[in-house]
C-alpha cells in the first residue's frame, strides 16, 4: 500500500537540479515517487521449488513481479524474513528492479558464468537457480566482510557448483582471460536508486562521489572485457541514475573495444530504454539499454546493458582445479556418506585446513586466488570422524538424506531449532536432516533419543 504525502528523504540539491535537467517535464513524477514506500520483493529459488508450487505454498499474501519470472511482491509487515521458509533457502528478499539483470543475461546450465561485483548474492542466487547447478559459476566480491555474506547466502540456497571468491577484478582478470561465457558486472555506484529505500544513502552521496564511481567502474569493465570470451555476454548494471555511470559508461567501453556490440533487450511492464542524447557521441545503439525507473514501475530502479563480444572462440588455457590428494584420509567421510546420505558424491573433492569440499565438475584451477568456498563444503575432517557443514543440508535433493527429522510450522519445534536449542526425538539414528514441512534447514545428530543442534550459532535467531 502506498502512502502519498511530503518526500520522505531530503534530496541532495544537486541531484535535484541533475535530474530536472535529465527528465524535464517527467521529473515531476520522479520526484513524487518519494513520497511512496519503498517496493518490497522476494524471489522464489528454483533450485529448492518450483514457482507453481512456492505460490500455492507461500504463507502470505504474493503479486507477481512482470519482469522477473520468479519475482513476487510482498506487503513488509509479513516479514518473510522471519520466516523458516527463508530459513530454508525457498526464496530470496530483493529489491524488484535488481531481479531484472539475471533476466537480462539468460544464464544457462552448463556455461562458465561470473558475477564480479556479487555480495550479497541476489544477483548469483538468481543465476544459480537458472544454471540448475551445471556449469561453473563464479561468485566474486572484493570486500571480505561482504563476501562471507554472499558466501552464506549461496549456500542457504544450495547453490553446489558455485566458486565464491575474494579478489580484485585485475587479478581474476589476470587469470582467467577469455574464460567466461557470460559476465555480470553490477558495478558498485552513487546508490541513487537506494534513497528511498535507504536513506543513510544520500548522506554518502555527491557530485564527486558519482565520477569517482565512475572511474571505478571503467576500470572494472576493462578487466570483465578481458575475462569475457569471444561470442560471450556481458550485463553491466547500476542502481542509480546518473548518465555518467551508465550510458556514458557504455558509450567509453564501445569506444574502447569496437568489438563489443550492443544487444537487444526485451522491454515492457513500464521498462523504458536508455538515452543517447545523454552522451558526448549520441550513440543510437544506446537505445538497446534499459531504465528502471521508480516513477514507471513498482520497484528502485536500475539500469541494465547487455553486450555481446565479437570474433571466434578461441580456447582457453586455463587447467583443470587438482582434486585431492591421495595423502588425505577420506574414510571417515566416506563413513558418514554411507550412514547419512543415500547418494555417493562422485564430483572430484577438495581439502583444505580439514575442510572437505565436492568442486564443481570440469573446475578451473584455483591456484594463486583468494578462494572462499570452492564448490560444495561438505564438512570437516575431524580425527578419526567427519563433522558435516550446515551447506551439506542444503546443498543436496532432499531425497539425499537417509535420516530426516521433519519439522511443522503448526508446533513451536522449528522455533526451538532456529535458536540452537536441542529437540526430544525418542530416536538414535546419528545425523539427520532437519527440515521443515519437507525443507532442510540444517544438521542435527540424533543420540539416544535427543537431537543435538548443529545449526550454525552465527545463524541462530531469537523466534518467539
Not at 527429522?405 to 532437519?434: F, H, I, P
Request: charged fraction near 25%; include cysteine.
Amino acid at each position: 500500500m502506498n502512502t502519498k504525502g511530503a518526500i520522505k528523504v531530503q534530496l541532495p540539491a544537486d541531484f535535484i537540479h541533475r535530474m530536472k535537467t535529465m527528465l524535464q517535464d517527467d521529473s515531476e513524477r520522479f520526484f513524487s515517487s518519494y513520497k511512496d514506500n519503498k517496493a518490497s520483493g522476494l524471489r522464489v529459488n528454483t533450485l529448492k521449488i518450483d514457482v507453481e508450487a512456492f505460490k500455492n505454498l507461500a504463507p502470505f499474501p504474493i503479486d507477481s513481479i512482470p519482469f522477473c519470472r520468479t519475482g513476487f511482491y510482498y506487503h513488509p509487515a509479513d516479514e518473510p524474513g522471519k520466516h523458516p521458509y527463508h530459513h530454508a533457502g525457498l526464496y530470496y528478499i530483493q529489491e524488484p528492479s535488481a531481479m531484472f539483470v539475471a533476466e537480462v543475461l539468460d544464464a544457462k546450465p552448463g556455461e562458465r558464468i561470473l558475477d564480479l561485483c556479487a555480495a550479497p548474492g541476489g544477483k548469483s542466487t538468481q543465476i544459480a537457480g537458472a544454471m540448475k547447478n551445471q556449469g561453473i559459476l563464479v561468485a566474486n566480491d572484493i570486500h571480505p566482510k561482504r563476501v562471507k555474506a554472499l558466501s552464506e547466502n549461496i549456500e542457504r540456497m544450495g547453490a553446489s557448483h558455485a566458486i565464491v571468491t575474494n579478489e580484485t577484478p585485475e587479478k581474476l582478470a589476470n587469470h582467467f582471460q577469455g574464460y567466461f561465457d557470460k559476465i555480470v558486472v553490477d558495478a558498485p555506484c552513487s546508490g541513487e536508486g537506494m534513497f528511498r529505500k535507504d536513506p543513510e544513502a544520500v548522506k554518502y552521496w555527491s557530485l564527486d562521489h558519482v565520477e569517482h564511481c565512475a572511474s571505478l567502474q571503467k576500470d572494472i569493465l576493462e578487466s570483465a572485457y578481458k575475462m569475457l570470451k569471444e561470442g560471450g555476454i556481458l550485463v553491466y548494471s547500476t542502481c542509480t541514475f546518473s548518465p555518467s555511470e551508465n550510458e556514458q559508461m557504455i558509450e567509453k567501453l564501445i569506444d574502447k573495444h569496437p568489438d563489443m556490440q550492443l544487444m537487444p533487450i526485451d522491454k515492457g511492464h513500464g521498462i523504458n530504454s536508455g538515452q543517447p542524447d545523454w552522451t558526448e557521441s549520441k550513440l543510437q545503439s544506446l537505445h538497446l539499454t534499459a531504465r528502471l525507473w521508480p516513477h514507471h514501475l513498482k520497484g528502485e530502479g536500475h539500469f541494465v546493458a547487455k553486450l555481446q563480444k565479437n570474433g571466434r572462440p578461441t580456447k582457453h588455457s586455463i587447467r583443470l582445479a587438482k582434486g585431492i590428494s591421495k595423502k588425505i584420509n577420506i574414510n571417515d567421510y566416506r563413513t558418514f556418506e554411507k550412514q547419512a546420505l543415500n547418494i555417493s558424491i562422485q564430483q572430484p573433492l577438495f581439502s583444505k585446513n580439514s575442510q572437505l569440499y565436492a568442486l564443481p565438475d570440469h573446475c578451473p584451477d584455483f591456484t594463486g586466488l583468494k578462494v572462499i568456498r570452492p564448490g560444495l563444503h561438505l564438512g570437516e575432517l575431524k580425527k578419526n570422524r567427519f563433522e558435516p557443514n550446515h551447506a551439506l543440508a542444503h546443498g543436496l535433493p532432499i531425497d539425499s538424506y537417509r535420516h530426516k527429522v521433519d519439522l511443522s510450522l503448526n508446533d513451536d519445534s522449528w522455533k526451538k531449532y532456529l535458536r540452537g536449542e536441542t529437540l526430544q526425538t525418542g530416536g538414535d539414528r546419528g545425523w539427520c536432516a532437519v527440515t521443515i514441512e519437507g525443507f532442510p534447514l540444517g544438521w542435527g545428530k540424533e543420540v539416544k533419543g535427543t537431537l543435538k543442534n548443529f545449526y550454525p550459532k552465527g545463524l541462530r535467531v531469537n523466534v518467539k
